[in-house]
């Protein structure tokens, strides 16, 4: 069965510093990883994805991840965070074979704050 | 409108009522989804509807009733529920095979 650990569910940083969000996930099968991002009292919108190819996807918003197999972990980063990054943001996993339908597993969330 | 739409965006209901959720996406896609989300929680997939038919039902209690009436529209239908069903609605679409789900802005429901 596919699941997906994030840890911290509560990340704080300073304007300007660095965004590092830990994502780990265990699947059978090669992932397809999403990171997504919900602002409150909305959904949530997708920041990228990884399905095939190259391991570091670039997304929205400054925001790119690593796909390290090795390592089972897809950690979303962004250089320089800004007030409006402040958010929850889910990473997700999905098996996509066996099926018609795309179901996505995912993390319970961190919370992201930035400080002015 | 546009992406995937949710009315109401809020709901109140007593543990008598009768309530429907609404849902339409505007993408053309052919999966659609109901999930439910909660404080402190993932995110639970509760059914899943592809080409209009359901495909999965993630043990979701019979107080909760979906619909798909054509690929565009997906319902939820509530009726005597509990106040620990209160939680966020989230609808998704999604063009199969495998790609990421679109989401709507959800229906908050509260349940007295």
């Known amino acids: 069965a596919q699941s997906v650990t994030q840890l911290g569910s509560h990340v704080s940083v300073s304007e300007g510093a660095l965004v590092l969000l830990r994502c780990n996930y265990s699947s059978s099968v090669p992932p397809y990883l999403f990171w997504y991002v919900q602002y409150p009292n909305q959904g949530l919108q997708l920041l990228l994805k990884y399905t095939t190819g190259a391991t570091l996807v670039k997304g929205i918003n400054g925001f790119e991840a690593e796909f390290k197999k090795s390592e089972t972990s897809f950690h979303l980063t962004k250089p320089s965070a800004h007030m409006s990054d402040a958010a929850e943001y889910f990473c997700a996993v999905s098996d996509h074979y066996g099926g018609a339908t795309n179901k996505l597993i995912f993390g319970t969330g961190t919370l992201l704050a930035v400080q002015p | 409108e546009t992406g995937v739409t949710q009315t109401p965006r809020h709901l109140v209901m007593g543990m008598t009522n009768k309530k429907s959720l609404k849902c339409e996406q505007h993408?053309?896609?052919?999966?659609m989804y109901w999930y439910k989300q909660s404080a402190k929680k993932p995110l639970e997939l509760m059914f899943v509807y592809s080409l209009e038919e359901r495909v999965e039902n993630n043990s979701v209690p019979s107080r909760f009733s979906p619909e798909c009436p054509n690929s565009s529209h997906l319902f939820l239908h509530l009726h005597t529920l509990q106040p620990e069903d209160s939680a966020l609605y989230l609808c998704a679409s999604s063009q199969e095979p495998a790609s990421e789900q679109f989401f709507g802005p959800g229906t908050r429901l509260t349940v007295l």
């Open positions: 993408l053309g896609h052919n999966a």
